[in-house]
């Protein structure tokens, strides 16, 4: 018996620090399970506000995009009105232009006219005769 007890007692003390170790590995797994259960709910609500402010950033880029938008557009809008309306002064303006011109140039013409009539009827018609001879 000596030697089965010997023998029982060896398996048991080679044995004793594999369990002993086998709590210790699994108090620490533990302890690390609810270290890192702690950290996960940590990092949740972490993720939770900063999900939370990136909406609402987004919404107001959003809202502000669109009311430069819209401001922008009308502002495009006001823009055109005027371009138009002095386009069409300038239309305006060069018509008048262009009629004061004809009319200067319909003067000048009907001026030549008569002073060319005039000359060849004060010249008399002798010196035309002689010029023709």
Do not use: Y
Not at 12 to 26: D, G, M
């Amino acid at each position: 018996m000596p030697r089965f007890f010997s023998g029982a007692l060896l398996l048991c003390c080679l044995s004793f620090p594999a369990v002993v170790c086998a709590q210790e590995v699994t108090e620490v797994d533990e302890t690390e399970a609810a270290t890192s259960e702690q950290d996960l709910g940590v990092l949740q609500a972490e993720l939770a506000r900063i999900e939370a402010e990136r909406q609402r950033l987004a919404d107001e880029l959003a809202t502000g995009a669109h009311q430069q938008l819209e401001q922008l557009e009308q502002e495009n809008q006001a823009l055109r009105a005027a371009r138009d309306e002095a386009d069409l002064q300038a239309v305006v303006l060069m018509e008048e232009q262009r009629q004061k011109w004809f009319l200067i140039g319909g003067a000048t013409v009907a001026g030549s006219l008569l002073l060319g009539f005039l000359a060849g009827k004060v010249g008399g018609g002798r010196r035309r005769k002689e010029w023709l001879n």
